[in-house]
């Protein structure tokens, strides 16, 4: 059974660096077979992606996030990582990670197929 | 950046109803599209994928079409466990969202 757990502190002063951590259980982020990213709802509003990361290391992220986001992984924990830096109050929101499946088609990251079950963001001083 | 837009944004129907949601793109993304169901409070679920191939262990009361940049999903004989928001998402080129549809009981 796929878990990923999402763990980060809750409430972020504005202008400091959101850190999240992902554990992930029943899958290896080591596996070929997905990718794995970072999701966000802020209240009330829409999904947005912020960036994913793959088994050998890639990373592609949202460009209207990309100077402002980092994504890494550690496979000895089996756990990926984002920080976020320079927080505003836009960027309250409830993050999500997620585990996209590989389309063999497309030979890479596809749709997310599990998601966590998220964490709150607050950013506020 | 590809651009997704859903109509319409908010859709009120009854149990037992056959709706239809329609999710276009600002450019041509092959049958790269999914979609995904959001209760309140809880993280969206995959429906359909590759624009219509039903995900293992979803209703077949869901289906989805289209190709290019015009999708459709329809959810037949609507349960009271449909009602929800409905996000379409593409992922030829990374990853966008559209803006949701929240399925509202008439």
Redesign the interface.
């Known amino acids: 059974q796929e878990l990923l757990q999402e763990s980060g502190p809750g409430l972020v002063k504005p202008s400091e660096t959101l850190s999240l951590s992902c554990n992930v259980s029943g899958s290896s982020i080591s596996s070929r077979s997905h990718y794995w990213g970072w999701v966000r709802q802020p209240p009330e509003k829409a999904l947005e992606w912020i960036g994913t990361i793959n088994y050998s290391g890639n990373i592609h992220t949202n460009p209207s996030l990309e100077s402002r986001v980092t994504i890494t992984a550690d496979t000895s924990k089996n756990q990926f990582s984002l920080k976020l830096s320079s927080v505003t109050a836009a960027d309250t929101a409830v993050y999500y990670c997620a585990r996209h499946r590989v389309d063999w088609d497309l030979l890479r990251g596809g749709p997310f197929d599990h998601l966590g079950q998220g964490t709150h963001i607050t950013v506020s001083s | 950046?590809i651009q997704m837009t859903q109509s319409p944004s908010t859709l009120s129907a009854s149990v037992g109803d056959r709706v239809t949601i329609t999710c276009r793109a600002s450019q041509r993304i092959n049958s790269?599209l999914?979609w995904?169901q959001?209760k309140p409070g809880?993280?969206?679920k995959?429906l359909i994928?590759?624009a219509s191939i039903l995900?293992s262990g979803v209703s077949s009361r869901f289906s989805g079409s289209g190709s290019g940049t015009e999708f459709t999903l329809t959810i037949s004989g609507l349960q009271p466990d449909d009602f929800a928001t409905y996000?379409c998402?593409q992922?030829n080129t990374?990853?966008?969202?559209?803006?949701?549809t929240k399925l509202e009981i008439k």
């Open positions: 950046d790269w999914a995904y959001q809880k993280a969206p995959l994928y590759k995900e996000y998402q992922y990374l990853y966008t969202f559209g803006q949701g």
